[in-house]
């Protein structure tokens, strides 16, 4: 037995020597693809920005610390890992307003979203779903029903947001749902009143700071 | 002298994957962690590449270590080459085909415990030489890619009315939204595998009688 | 509260591992055939999904983001080497729970629906509470599913299910019939 | 008490059936005595056990009521012959279970005045319990009840076992038969004296006559005879199908069930057919062997309906020819009850000692088309034996012996009560009987 | 002298039965759709007749293509595919294509009943699984509901729509009972509920018509009475609860009871032989999680009806039901 059997050194050594060859290899790949990857995040990210709130030409990434906001100190171009909003500007250096994520249960899944939210005037300026499992046909309109999206341009969010039947739409503060897809609808509204709530008194204040003071920090320009 | 067969050999080796031995429909192999995303032509293919790409390369090395990997690790070993290969896979997706890879999401890395891609170290490639253990491998990654294409575009061209994305029947198509649901897989497959069972005993009674 | 029981009923039932993202399929159509097998296989999971969650857990918040890109390989051997560890210190604590459930692990330890798990609960950004009650969660589904699959299996062989579909085939439609009835689930405390 | 009694009122088991009685045919008819006819064939399997052993050759002659066949072996009984006449031979005859078994023929001697000669009363009081029980094998006497277990394996009490409960059972629940209805009318003080006699031998202190309210009359005649014995009680029976079942009128009477795989004496209870005391009755009386017994001949096929006294071995054509014969109509021919008889394809088979009754119906045979079960569960609410016929019949099909014995397989007590209610045809006793035999022969193995 | 023998036939006991037939219990519950049917036509007109037709054409077509041996006359006789189609096109919104009706039937029998080996086999009930199918695959002409009482001769606009093709866009909807209450927090009258001038499926509308129906056959003893009671009971005693509980949120048992495909499922599917248990204690028990399914899937769940998901999930666990409530034995 001793003879066939390789002793345990040896097992040990194959395993390290596996393992060590596999990181070395992973490392490489991972400096390889790495910005690329970020870049792609990014660039989806950024795209939902400009989307989410219009008018605007450069953003600065602020990220979360102890309740208040605070310059992000990473690359330009990544994604934070830590939560972060984003400030939009338009040409003349104004604050248009803040992109926020923000996500909630949905019908079939957690719904993921980002938000802009104007945070003088309390409105959304405009909303895009990032990621959804929301049944094709039905619940995904809520990313590709027109006259859904448009319920987002300037949504008032108080006294609070509120879902109501197609058509009936009648304050700024309501949202015309998508027949068919009525809990899908209510589920972003959930989500936009729940998150609004939460950052108006983080966001108003910076607001209010940054939209004298001009844009200062990192931006990325389209 | 040994060329002749020796070739006919790796030919064998690399047609049953595509049909006899067909992992997904006759074997009934590695669909699960694939199913769930297969349901379009796209990501069918995307997956079945990426599953190509892993099976081949981790056959290779380990055809090519077979002599050197201790039996008592080899499992540790393939499992360390295949979660190699497949976290490559996946950090290259990410930076070449974003949206696919959106799409595909966790269930690339999923790859790893497919147990096709195992089996087939155990059962082949730690016993054949290089060339058969890669015709083997292609064989059999060439029948998966093919199946999870062939369930892809199923599910694609019913649920969705389109291939690869173009449209193919216009505006006035009522999609079959289950077929894109997780419902629609496993219909889909059973239907498959009722078809193709069908086929095998009408192709055996033909070649019988 | 409500999150908790929303990220419950979404890996239980909503969106069971099984009947809706296809994991754990080969127990699922392999081991079905008793229902007592189908049973304990399914605790097995449920008791290797909680360790995986902590494990996952563990990794996520204290290794990985210094080394992401070791990510799968490090769920696999940690989730396998701590899965081991227990079924040790289970044999030696109570191997009458051993005998029912300790020939399964090594069976689960890296199945697909194991990894999945650390995965989606990875990318799903949960703390560590969160992460144990998808991990319950998801473990009783797939029980639910594995021991529902076994009643109608069990049941099928005595039937006359034509000969073309017999098999694999039947298993595929009943989890298709399944999952359809599962939809039913859909939208359970989305709160709101 | 019973809860279910609280709502009917009578004692009586839980599931069953309640078909038709169709009695009223033959209910009032008293018993009448039927001639002799020309040949006898006495088949050596009348019981249940071993058949018995024939001492006589072909050319000999013999006596009405001599011992023609002895009993072989415990469970095994004797023979007798009916008539006086010659034996023609032992020879291979149908036999009412459809099988050509060995029977003994004899040809009367139509000269012959037919009167039992050479056989005198014993004194019972002065044997001991095991004489009885050689006398009454000797004698032939098997239940009259449907079974034909020889009578004195459960008159005789074994070692170490005790018995505190003789029941009579007279609940006749099949439908058409009232051979047992008759003898209660017409011989009560008879059925009373057997039961005493019943609960003597075994040493029982208290006897139970179970008859069912379709038999008011018999209720009375009995209550009548008892002549305020306080020891015996007639007990009134809810009209069920199977209420004569010996576990289902114990759990009637007592409310107690016969545990799986059990016999009654495991409750301190035997269960004895009316006619089996009546018969045990004559025997002690006239010491003669039991040489033939009381038929129904019934049924719409049949163009004289009566309750007849048929010596054993007579031909069933000579029963129907007595009766007038067949209407053209017939269809079936059944010996014993339309649950549990047998169809016969020949009108050439004997009366057996089982057989309580002769069923002409003009109708096919029911079972018409045989579906697949839909599984409405029908047939598990009416087995008495709390089974499932509908999983046990696609065991049998499925030849799955170990679940078949795991599901109580061998409890069944063919009833027929699961035949009875299924919607689908499906030939569920039919399927009960092929399992028992598979797990018997499983069991074997 | 001796009377013609007649020819006898052997068969084995019993000689008696029931006078009960698998077949006629079929018709029965066909016959008992009739006055369904026809409150369906009353109130949505011409297609309640064309969505018939499509779902049993669709039925029969399927068990006529996939089971080649037997011819239509067969499946016709025994009356299950058409008690299929029939209890299909009764769960389907009125204005639903005829092509998508069709495709149900055909689902239904295919995936619901012939693969599992045919009548009496399968496990699911087969018009629901057809029913599944379409709302999977086409949840929005599954979801879309017109109102009652708009003329005998009117057909919505999707009703005539070419195979594969979508159903019209213009149709006027309205919401269903359920839906109102769901999402606009609005009861329904119980009076309107009973007459069935309401949205919804074309035979679940007229509560008194389906009461009528499911005393017929209940006391007939065509289904087992303890599948319907207890199922109805479930839903009464836990909405009931629940409402006494958070009136604002929750509407009372009355309400639960009329409103939807309950009435419908309770009488007419629930009480599927085939599908539900055996055992009389399974009945009970099946009849209870229907029950809960459909409370908790109405009041907690996405969707505003439930009943067809509650007795297709009832359907799944009935093996093991049945496994766990096999009767005692006596004397065991
Ligand atoms: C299979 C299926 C999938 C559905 N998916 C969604 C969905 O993703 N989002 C949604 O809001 N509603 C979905 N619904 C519809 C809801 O059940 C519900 O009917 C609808 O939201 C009610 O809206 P309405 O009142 O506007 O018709 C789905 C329904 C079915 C049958
Ligand atoms: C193998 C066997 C042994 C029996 N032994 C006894 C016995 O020892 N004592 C007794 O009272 N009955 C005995 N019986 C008779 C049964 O209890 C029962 O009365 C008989 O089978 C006829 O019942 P049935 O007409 O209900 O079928 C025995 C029966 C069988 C089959
Ligand atoms: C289904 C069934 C029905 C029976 N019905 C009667 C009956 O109505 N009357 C009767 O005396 N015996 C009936 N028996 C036989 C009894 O179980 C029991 O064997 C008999 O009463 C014992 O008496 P014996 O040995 O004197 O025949 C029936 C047996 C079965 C299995
Ligand atoms: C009371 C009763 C209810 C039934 N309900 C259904 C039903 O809901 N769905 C169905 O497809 N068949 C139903 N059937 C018909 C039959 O059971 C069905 O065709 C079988 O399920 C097919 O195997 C019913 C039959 C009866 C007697
Ligand atoms: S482990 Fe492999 S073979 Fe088993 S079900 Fe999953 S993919 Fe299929
Ligand atoms: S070990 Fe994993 S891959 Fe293999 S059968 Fe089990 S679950 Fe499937
Ligand atoms: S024949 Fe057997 S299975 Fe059928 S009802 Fe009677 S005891 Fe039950
Ligand atoms: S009575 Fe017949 S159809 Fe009904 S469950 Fe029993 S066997 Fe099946
Ligand atoms: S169970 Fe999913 S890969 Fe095996």
């Known amino acids: 037995m001793a003879a066939r059997e390789p002793g345990s050194l040896r097992l040990m050594a194959t395993l390290g020597f596996a393992g060590l060859v596999s990181g070395i290899v992973l490392v490489g790949v991972y400096l390889l693809t790495q910005p690329r990857i970020l870049r792609n995040q990014w660039e989806a990210l950024n795209a939902a920005i400009y989307r989410v709130l219009p008018g605007t030409t450069s953003v600065t990434t602020l990220v979360v610390r102890e309740g208040t906001l605070s310059p992000y100190e990473g690359a330009t171009g990544t994604v934070p890992t830590e939560q972060a909003v984003f400030a939009g500007y338009d040409e003349a250096g104004v604050l248009v307003g803040f992109a926020v994520p923000a996500d909630g249960p949905g019908f079939m899944d957690t719904i993921k979203l980002l938000y802009g939210f104007d945070p003088g ?56 749902c998508i027949t068919g897809a009525t809990i899908s609808s209510e589920a972003v509204v959930g989500i936009l009143d729940r998150s609004a709530r939460e950052w108006a008194p983080v966001l108003q204040p910076a607001g209010a700071a940054r939209g004298e003071e001009g844009h200062g920090g990192r931006t990325a320009a389209r | 002298m040994a060329a002749e067969p020796q070739r006919a050999k790796a030919l064998d080796e690399l047609v049953k994957g595509l049909w006899r031995e067909n992992p997904v429909f006759i074997a009934v192999l590695g669909l699960c962690p694939a199913l769930a995303v297969t349901n379009s032509l796209t990501n ?163 070649w019988t009688s | 509260m409500d999150e908790l029981i929303f990220i419950f009923a979404s890996a239980s039932v909503i969106n069971n591992f099984t009947l809706t993202y296809f994991l754990g399929l080969c127990p699922f159509f392999g081991v079905t055939g008793r229902l007592d097998t189908a049973f304990r296989l399914g605790l097995a999971n449920i008791f290797v999904m909680l360790i995986t969650a902590l494990a996952s857990w563990v990794l996520n918040s204290f290794v990985l983001p210094y080394a992401p890109y070791l990510r799968l390989i490090t769920f696999i051997i940690v989730i396998a080497s701590t899965v081991q560890f227990v079924e040790m210190v289970i044999k030696k604590a109570s191997p009458a729970l051993f005998r029912a459930l300790g020939i399964f692990l090594p069976l689960i330890t890296t199945n697909c629906a194991i990894l999945g798990l650390a995965l989606f ?71 709101s | ?64 009521g001599q011992l023609i066949a002895a009993a072989d072996g415990y469970v095994s009984t004797a023979l007798h012959a009916p008539v006086t006449g010659t034996v023609r031979g032992i020879e291979l005859r149908p036999h009412p279970t459809g099988k050509q078994l060995p029977a003994i023929v004899i040809d009367i001697d139509p000269f012959d005045s037919q009167r039992v000669r050479g056989i005198a009363p014993r004194d019972w009081d002065a044997l001991t319990p095991d004489e009885i029980s050689e006398a009454v094998q000797a004698a032939g006497l098997v239940g009259l009840g449907g079974a034909a277990f020889p009578s004195h394996v459960k008159l005789h009490v074994p070692e170490g076992k005790h018995v505190q409960f003789v029941i ?36 029982a202190e208290r006897g139970y006559i179970g008859v069912e309210l379709n038999k008011p009359d018999a209720i009375e005649a009995l209550t009548a005879a008892l002549d305020g014995d306080g020891a015996i009680e007639v007990v009134p029976l809810e009209v069920k199908y199977p209420q004569g079942a010996e576990k289902m009128l114990i759990d009637a009477i007592f409310h107690r069930e016969v545990p799986s795989g059990k016999l009654p004496l495991d409750l301190e209870v035997v269960v004895h057919n009316i006619g089996t005391a009546v018969a045990l009755v004559d025997l002690v009386r006239s010491g003669i062997p039991l040489i033939e017994r009381i038929v129904t001949v019934t049924g719409p096929g049949v163009r004289r309906p009566a309750n007849l006294v048929v010596p054993v071995g007579t031909l069933l054509r000579e029963v129907l020819e007595y009766c007038g014969g067949l209407h053209d109509a017939t269809r079936q021919v059944i010996l014993g009850g339309p649950m549990m008889g047998m169809a016969q394809k020949s009108l050439d088979v004997p009366i057996v000692k089982g057989v309580s009754g002769v069923l002409a119906l003009t109708e096919p045979a029911p079972m018409i088309e045989e579906e697949p ?31 078949l014995s795991t599901l109580g397989m061998l409890d069944c007590c063919e009833c027929a009560s699961c035949s009875f209610v299924c919607p689908s045809h499906i030939p569920l006793v039919h399927l009960m009987r092929v399992g028992k035999a598979m797990v018997r022969q499983s069991a074997k193995s | 002298m001796s009377p013609r023998e007649p020819q006898l036939s052997i068969s084995t006991a ?13 018709w029965e519950v066909v016959f008992a759709l009739v006055p369904v049917v026809a409150a369906a036509t009353w109130f949505f007109g011409l297609a309640a007749i064309l969505v018939v037709l499509a779902t049993c054409a669709g039925a029969l077509g399927a068990e006529r293509l996939l089971v080649p041996g037997r011819g239509a006359a067969g499946s016709l006789r025994d009356g299950s595919a058409l008690t299929t189609g029939l209890l299909l096109a009764l769960t389907l919104p009125p204005s639903i294509p005829l092509w998508m009706a069709a495709l149900g039937g055909a689902v239904g029998i295919g995936l619901g009943k012939l693969i599992w080996g045919g009548l009496g086999q399968n496990l699911f009930n087969p018009a629901l699984v057809g029913r599944a199918f379409l709302q999977a695959a086409f949840p929005g002409a599954l979801t879309t509901w017109t109102a009652p009482g708009r003329g005998l001769w009117n057909l919505a606009d999707g009703t005539l729509a070419l195979p594969f093709a979508r159903a019209g866009v213009d149709i006027t909807t309205t919401a269903t009972p359920l839906g109102l209450a ?36 209940g006391l007939r003893r065509v289904f087992d009475w303890r599948l319907a009671v207890s199922t109805l009971a479930t839903v009464a005693v836990a909405s009931q609860a629940l409402h006494l509980l958070r009136p604002d949120d929750y509407p009372g048992a009355a309400f639960m009871l009329l409103s939807g495909g309950l009435l419908f499922g309770a009488v007419f599917m629930v009480t599927d032989p085939v599908t539900s248990p055996i055992t009389p204690r399974g009945a009970w028990i099946f009849g209870c999680g229907v029950g809960l399914l459909v409370v908790l899937i109405r009041l907690f769940g996405g969707l505003p009806e439930g009943v067809m998901y509650a007795i297709l999930l009832m359907n799944g666990v009935t093996p093991l039901i049945n496994r766990y409530t096999q009767p005692r034995r006596f004397g065991a």
């Open chain 5, 182 to 217: 769901k999402f606009d927090g609005r009861v329904t009258d119980p009076g309107a509920l009973l007459l069935g001038n309401t949205a919804g499926s074309l035979g679940e509308t007229a509560a008194v018509v389906l009461i009528v129906c499911g005393l017929y056959l």
């Open chain 4, 1 to 64: 008490m019973n809860p279910l009694h609280a709502l009917t009122g009578l004692p009586t088991f839980r599931h069953g059936i309640h078909p038709d009685d169709m009695k009223e045919l033959t209910r009032s008819l008293a018993i009448e005595r039927m001639p002799f006819s020309a040949e006898y064939v006495l088949p050596l399997s009348q019981h249940t056990g071993a058949p018995s052993r024939p001492l006589v050759g072909p050319g000999a002659r013999v006596e009405r």
């Open chain 3, 121 to 191: 609960s990875t990318n799903r950004g949960y703390d560590l509470l969160e992460g144990l009650v998808y991990a319950l969660g998801a473990g009783l589904g797939l029980t639910l599913a594995l021991v529902i699959m076994a009643g109608l299996r069990e049941e099928t062989e005595l039937a006359g299910v034509p000969k073309l579909v017999r098999g694999v085939a039947m298993s595929f439609f009943i989890a298709g019939i399944l999952s359809m009835a599962f939809m039913g689930f859909a939208g359970l405390f989305h709160g």
């Open chain 4, 373 to 403: 079960c839909i599984r409405c569960g029908r047939c598990l609410e009416a087995c008495p034996m709390f089974l499932n016929p509908s999983r046990l019949s696609l065991l049998v099909r499925g030849e799955q012996s170990d679940a």
């Open chain 4, 168 to 203: 009579l059972n007279g609940c006749e629940c099949e439908p058409y038969l009232t051979c047992d209805h008759r003898v209660m009318v017409e011989r009560a003080p008879d059925v009373v004296l057997g039961l005493r006699k019943i609960m003597r031998l075994t040493g």
């Open chain 5, 14 to 26: 019993p000689f008696l039965n029931s006078g009960l037939g698998t077949r006629r219990l079929m």
């Open chain 1, 121 to 176: 005037r309390r409105v959304i300026v405009g909303m895009q779903v990032l990621d959804s499992r929301e049944t094709p046909g039905l619940g995904d309109k809520i990313i590709t029903d027109e006259r859904f999206q448009q319920n987002f341009r300037a949504l008032a969010i108080d006294p609070s947001i509120v879902a109501v039947k197609r058509g009936e739409k009648a304050h700024p503060n309501e949202v015309d």
């Open chain 2, 44 to 206: 069918g293919l995307v997956m079945g590449l990426a599953t190509t790409f892993v099976l081949v390369g981790s056959s290779l090395l380990v055809s090519l270590l077979r002599k050197v990997i201790p039996r008592p690790v080899r499992i540790s070993v393939y499992i360390i080459i295949i979660a190699t290969f497949v976290t490559t896979v996946d950090f290259v997706l990410a930076a070449l085909m974003p949206v696919a890879h959106k799409q595909l999401g966790a269930f690339i890395s999923l790859i790893v415990v497919n147990c096709l891609i195992l089996g087939r170290q155990e059962a082949f490639s730690s016993r054949n030489s290089v060339g058969l253990a890669l015709a083997d491998a292609l064989g059999m990654s060439g029948g998966f890619t093919l199946a999870l294409a062939l369930i892809g575009a199923v599910r694609e061209v019913l649920g969705n009315g389109s291939l690869l994305g173009y449209p193919l029947f216009g505006e006035g198509f009522e999609p079959w939204v289950i077929m894109i649901l997780p419902p629609g897989g496993f219909l889909t497959v059973g239907v498959l595998l009722v078809l193709f069972a069908w086929g095998k005993a009408r192709l055996e009674r033909r």
